[in-house]
């Protein structure tokens, strides 16, 4: 059963961090390029970041230089590194993994960003 549990959402003060981790379970993590998507309430659900199988990332403009993403093929897990966060971060993000026409989507994390 393919599994994909997203954590570490919650609320933070702007300019604040957070980590949000995804652990992937049931299919074959390593061969995978995997994703961060993020979606606020009414709009279209936009990509923050992807890391492929090999590890190159990429990024949206709006968060270069603030998030990190990466990946431990070990432990079947992708994360991103959130710093300096604005209130228009705050969305539900989510976590996807990619393989050709195969994609698994995550159940979401809420991120706040909030004073």
């Known amino acids: 059963q393919v599994r994909l549990v997203e954590s570490g959402g919650g609320l933070v003060q702007p300019g604040g961090s957070l980590r949000l981790s995804c652990a992937a379970s049931?299919?074959?993590?390593?061969?995978?390029?995997m994703a961060w998507y993020r979606q606020v309430h009414g709009k279209q659900r936009e990509l923050v970041a992807h890391i492929t199988e090999g590890g190159s990332a990429n990024y949206a403009e709006s968060v270069v230089g603030r998030f990190t993403i990466s990946r431990d093929n070990a432990k079947n897990t992708v994360f991103l590194q959130m710093d300096s966060l604005k209130p228009e971060d705050a969305a539900v993000y989510y976590c996807?993994?990619?393989?050709?026409?195969?994609?698994?989507w995550g159940q979401g994390t809420q991120v706040t960003v909030s004073s």
């Open positions: 049931g299919f074959r993590f390593s061969i995978y390029k």
């Open positions: 996807n993994a990619d393989w050709g026409s195969t994609r698994y």
